[in-house]
């Protein structure tokens, strides 16, 4: 009897051993995988705190850099590069969404860290690090516009805007009557630059300075014709003088001189031989006359005589080489003389076609 109790005995004690000692490993357990976990969030913890302290404030620096480049830029260049400074506006607003989130990762705990899911490779400090590249090159490409390219594109279409001034200035003095309109234009130029629609001064500004340029230059080559038409005028005028002929329309000739646009007439009385009707352009004199006339017969050949009169003054006395035809009658050839005035005079006179009806 008392050996079965031993027994027993001694079974309890080592049962109590082994289960205190199993209890023993299970808490020992415990303890570990607890200190595993907490190294765990405490180095989580360190990682994001890092990441915070090296990266946030330098991306807030960034961000209020940037915001205070934009705010400083003049208002017309505003304008002018508006959607490159709205999107620099975006990265600010954004920047500082994420800095904010940043900033309160950093303040959590490493439980609580651990328990959210979150590390040092959170996708928040994946777009910090790419908004930090961002930033950096977007406060560079602000500084350029606010000091170099709006200012230098300002003053290269103000330049622009005062020479087409001059312009038109110089149009108005030639008295082209598209004057008012190319100012009025020229002062809204003058207001899309104040508001910085650059891309609308440029192109206007082209587009105003070819009509202008095509206007005067127009004006110039008609004023040069004005002034070749009125020479062989005046020629024509003091060669039928030295003929003693009689002018008939002084006063409705010099009326007509006053318009570019209408027919120079010259109307003459040879006193001998009839009227003469000389219509003058620049490169043309056209001239009517019934000398020798009779029906649809021409008597003669002094109506053509005369006109070789004409021909011969122009050419001695202003240089002017004429050659008066008739597309109804067979000129004969040059009288005696006029031929070699034309060959004499050929070489230093204006060359000019004539054209006559006999």
């Not at 400074?85 to 600010?92: E, H, R, S």
């Not at 908004?131 to 490409?141: A, C, N």
């Given at each position: 009897m008392s050996g079965l109790k031993t027994s027993r005995w001694t079974y309890e004690?080592?049962?109590?051993?082994?289960?205190?000692?199993?209890?023993?490993?299970?808490a020992e357990e415990a303890r570990r995988r607890a200190d595993a976990r907490r190294a765990f969030e405490d180095a989580t913890a360190r990682a994001v705190r890092e990441q915070v302290d090296s990266s946030a404030p330098e991306l807030q620096r960034l961000a209020d850099q940037l915001s205070e480049s934009c705010r400083l830029v003049d208002p017309a260049t505003r304008r002018a590069y508006g959607d490159?400074?709205?999107?620099?506006?975006?990265?600010?607003?954004?920047?500082?969404?994420?800095?904010?989130?940043?900033?309160?990762?950093?303040?959590?705990?490493?439980?609580?860290?651990?328990?959210?899911?979150?590390?040092?490779?959170a996708e928040v400090f994946i777009r910090m690090g790419t908004?930090?590249?961002?930033?950096?090159?977007?406060?560079?490409?602000a500084e350029i516009i606010r000091f170099f390219e709006?200012?230098?594109?300002?003053?290269?279409?103000?330049?622009?805007v005062g020479g087409l001034a001059a312009l038109i200035a110089r149009a108005s003095s030639e008295g082209l009557s598209s004057v008012a309109d190319w100012s009025h234009q020229l002062d809204h130029l003058r207001q899309d630059?104040?508001?910085?629609?650059?891309?609308?001064?440029?192109?206007?500004?082209?587009?105003?300075?070819?009509?202008?340029?095509?206007?005067?230059?127009?004006?110039a080559a008609a004023r040069e014709r004005m002034l070749e038409r009125?020479?062989?005028?005046?020629?024509?005028?003091?060669?039928?003088?030295?003929?003693?002929?009689r002018e008939l329309n002084p006063a409705e000739l010099e009326r007509s001189l006053r318009d570019l646009d209408a027919d120079w007439t010259l109307?003459?009385?040879?006193?001998?031989?009839?009227?003469?009707?000389?219509?003058?352009?620049?490169?043309t004199i056209r001239a009517e006359t019934g000398m020798g006339v009779h029906g649809d017969a021409v008597?003669?050949?002094?109506?053509?005589?005369?006109?070789?009169?004409?021909?011969?003054?122009?050419?001695?006395?202003?240089?002017?080489?004429?050659?008066?035809?008739?597309g109804n009658v067979t000129r004969p050839g040059p009288p005696s003389g006029t031929a070699k005035t034309h060959r004499a005079m050929g070489s230093a006179a204006r060359s000019h076609t004539s054209g006559a009806g006999p």
């Open positions: 004690q080592n049962w109590r051993a082994a289960e205190q000692a199993r209890r023993q490993r299970l490159e400074i709205g999107q620099m506006t975006a990265v600010v607003a954004e920047a500082g969404v994420v800095a904010e989130e940043a900033q309160r990762l950093g303040s959590l705990s490493g439980s609580e860290l651990v328990r959210q899911g979150f590390d040092a490779s908004l930090l590249s961002t930033t950096r090159q977007l406060v560079e490409r709006g200012p230098a594109r300002q003053r290269e279409l103000a330049v622009e630059l104040a508001a910085g629609n650059f891309d609308t001064v440029q192109s206007g500004a082209i587009s105003l300075r070819t009509e202008v340029l095509s206007s005067i230059e127009a004006s009125r020479a062989v005028l005046d020629a024509l005028r003091d060669s039928c003088r030295d003929l003693r002929y109307v003459v009385d040879t006193r001998t031989k009839g009227r003469i009707t000389f219509t003058i352009e620049a490169d008597d003669g050949d002094y109506c053509f005589t005369e006109f070789a009169r004409i021909e011969a003054e122009l050419a001695e006395q202003h240089g002017l080489v004429t050659k008066f035809t008739s």
